[in-house]
T-cell receptor
Framework: KNEVEQSPQNLTAQEGEFITINCSYS?????LHWLQQHPGGGIVSLFM???GKKKHGRLIATINIQEKHSSLHITASHPRDSAVYIC??????????FGKGTKLSVKP | GAVVSQHPSRVICKSGTSVKIECRSL??????MFWYRQFPKQSLMLMAT?????????EQGVEKDKFLINHASLTLSTLTVTSAHPEDSSFYIC????????????????FGPGTRLTVL
């Protein structure tokens, strides 16, 4: 079993829709990361969180440490949000352990 | 956030040649750099962890003599793929963290833009 499970794997939405991507993990963590990977491959760190909720623009990330679950929400989605969203948790060496990603496609 | 650059962004080489990929932290001192590899439609997998001034720690299954990592300064780490083969074709991405950027006991990581290697 993977340590980090994401759902859904693929998601297609219409512009303006509210989007939720889920992440479950199986080990204790100090922090969880949400990353965005664009088609060219570059990765941008969206959030690092260890409890509660963080908001940045139209993006909201929540985490429930007891349930080992995190969600990434996108409000008023836009085609430019189309990317792969990756959940990652910290490994023992400070490295990250990645989920397989959720490919989001937002149609105009 | 802090900026990490990688060079080159894309490289095509012949089988048997060596390729060097540079990862630089532009505006902070990176005490630790991580090298990841991503095959198509796969998640990123850690190859090795390098701390400035010491030997890299390689993940199981990653050949240290094939993937040479040097982290000689606080702003530069290099990954050299020696005697490259077509199966080494992949997307290589580095990330960097530094103690000056720690927001908690967990160091935030900043990613380079990646290098796409194609071995013919």
């Amino acid at each position: 079993k993977n340590e980090v499970e994401q759902s859904p794997q693929n998601l297609t939405a219409q512009e303006g829709e509210f989007i939720t991507i889920n992440c479950s993990y199986s080990v204790g963590i100090s922090a969880l990361h949400w990353l965005q990977q664009h088609p060219g491959g570059g990765i941008v760190s969206l959030f690092m969180l260890s409890s509660g909720k963080k908001k940045h623009g139209r993006l909201i990330a929540t985490i429930n440490i007891q349930e080992k679950h995190s969600s990434l929400h996108i409000t008023a989605s836009h085609p430019r949000d189309s990317a792969v969203y990756i959940c990652a948790i910290g490994g023992s060496q400070g490295n990250l352990i990645f989920g397989k990603g959720t490919k989001l496609s937002v149609k105009p | 956030g802090a900026v990490v650059s990688q060079h080159p962004s894309r490289v095509i080489c012949k089988s048997g040649t060596s390729v060097k990929i540079e990862c630089r932290s532009l505006d902070f001192q990176a005490t630790t750099m991580f090298w990841y590899r991503q095959f198509p439609k796969q998640s990123l997998m850690l190859m090795a962890t390098s701390n400035e001034g010491s030997k890299a720690t390689y993940e199981q299954g990653v050949e240290k003599d094939k993937f040479l990592i040097n982290h000689a300064s606080l702003t530069l780490s290099t990954l050299t793929v020696t005697s490259a083969h077509p199966e080494d074709s992949s997307f290589y991405i580095c990330s960097a963290s530094g103690i000056t950027l720690a927001l908690s006991s967990y160091n935030e990581q900043f990613f380079g833009p990646g290098t796409r290697l194609t071995v013919l």
